[in-house]
Nanobody, 118 residues
Framework: QVQLAESGGGLVQAGDSLRLSCAAS????????VAWFRQAPGKEREFVAA????????SYADSVKGRFTISTDVAKNTVYLQMNSLTPEDTAVYYC???????????WGKGTLVTVSS
């Protein structure tokens, strides 16, 4: 069983940056892919970014490409999401997840709220 704990959310202004962290309770190499998703109020959860735990295979939603960066620290069992140039449209609960592929994530964190004011 893998437990994931997100942190780093908060209230920021448009144009600011935030870095989210997701700590895994155990090594998840066998689960291979780590990803960030988000769910805005009244909307369905959507994909944000993904990478292999060992890195080197990033993918991003078009809406965040060029502004967000996913990275992993294998030694710390932690994945990060660096978010720059935030806009109010980025307001959402952000979740990390791990699994064999993005479409089939096995474990999810409880989420961390990011609120961007205009």
């Amino acid at each position: 069983q893998v437990q994931l704990a997100e942190s780093g959310g908060g209230l920021v202004q448009a144009g600011d940056s935030l870095r989210l962290s997701c700590a895994a309770s155990a090594r998840t190499f066998a689960l291979y892919v780590v990803a960030w998703f988000r769910q805005a109020p009244g909307k369905e959860r959507e994909f944000v970014a993904a990478d292999k735990w060992r890195g080197g295979s990033t993918s991003y939603a078009d809406s965040v490409k060029g502004r967000f960066t996913i990275s992993t620290d294998v030694a710390k069992n932690t994945v990060y999401l660096q978010m720059n140039s935030l806009t109010p449209e980025d307001t959402a609960v952000y979740y990390c997840a791990v699994g064999p592929v993005v479409a089939r994530m096995h474990y999810w964190g409880k989420g961390t709220l990011v609120t961007v004011s205009s």
